[in-house]
């Protein structure tokens, strides 16, 4: 799709596709499918090659920055970090359970592993483990790395997101959602932090933690969030969420946290409480 929701390209498998990278530069595009198969397309959506991975079903994949490097996990414990320059992977047996999201960090040098077994773990790009992140109370989904790679988001079926710091000590903990948090992303500018649940939200949260705005789904619909994501200038997010009838749906906000809605500078006006206004929640254009 492009900025307006116009469709360009449509790649059909004979497997479900389970997740989509791109390359930095836009290059090229890599598609897992729910077999043991990553398939690589131009940016314009021509076929290159299929790699063939060693996991029976493709969950998660990433592609480091200087795309070289490619990630993947499977439905076991295992990771593979490939070459992609020599279509070649080095398996590294990561958690005691099931791995559900793999992440590159923004400079390609350091990626997270997420598991079922309630840890998160960082790795260096030779494959070497940095460190592990324990805090959650079951099963993680998700993490992201902060662009400046200060910081890492982890989210989990406990109902929480915890922030760490570059040594993966927690910093942060964020327990609004009443569901399982499915994803959790910096913005560029590593200001803010969306995150999504299954209570039917996406929130908005100041780097420091602090609500800002919650965006609504339909109860009635049993709308499930699933992933939240920043456009690179701040000025809009991504929702990507489920109804009860299990449809797709692509939610585009236009937002901007930073800006100036109205200056209240008057002495007669300081002690009252007012009602924010809701301008910058305006769903402009969904994608079904």
């Known amino acids: 799709f492009d900025a307006e929701g116009i469709s360009h390209k449509t790649f059909k498998s004979k497997f479900p596709i389970t997740d989509i990278a791109f390359m930095a530069d836009g290059a090229s595009l890599f ?11 131009t ?37 593979a970090l490939w070459n992609l320059n020599k279509v070649k992977n080095e398996p590294i047996v990561a958690h005691k359970e099931a791995v559900t999201h793999v992440k590159f ?9 997420v598991s079922e077994d309630s840890t998160a773990k960082v790795w260096d790009n030779d494959g070497d483990h940095l460190f592990t992140l324990s805090g959650h109370k079951g099963p993680v989904l998700w993490a992201d ?34 569901e399982a948090v499915t994803s959790a992303s910096f913005s ?22 602090e ?18 994501l920043f456009s690179p200038d ?8 489920r109804d009860i009838t299990n449809a797709g749906i692509v939610s585009i906000f236009n937002i901007s946290p930073d800006r100036m809605i109205r200056n209240i500078n008057n002495q007669d006006l300081l002690g009252k409480v007012w009602q924010m206004d809701e301008p910058t929640k305006q769903r402009y254009n969904v994608l079904e």
């Open 31 to 41: 598609v897992a499918h729910e077999n043991n198969i990553v398939s690589q397309y």
């Open 43 to 79: 940016g314009a959506g021509e076929f290159i090659r299929d790699i063939e991975t060693e996991h029976a079903s493709v969950s998660s994949i990433d592609i480091s920055s200087n795309g070289r490097y490619m990630i993947s996990s499977g439905t076991d414990e295992v990771v």
């Open 211 to 228: 609500l800002i705005y919650t965006f609504e789904g339909s109860k009635d619909l049993h709308e499930q969030h699933d992933l939240g």
């Open 105 to 113: 960090s923004a400079d390609g040098e350091r990626f997270v592993t």
């Open 188 to 209: 560029y500018d590593n200001r803010y932090i969306i995150t999504t649940a299954h209570d039917y939200k996406s929130c908005l949260w100041s780097a420091k933690g």
């Open 234 to 241: 701040g000025q809009h997010l991504l929702v990507i969420s």
């Open 145 to 178: 790395f902060s662009t400046d790679g200060k910081k890492i988001v982890t989210t989990g079926l406990d109902n929480t997101a915890l922030v760490w710091n570059a040594d993966g000590e927690l910093i942060r903990t964020i327990d609004r959602h009443n």
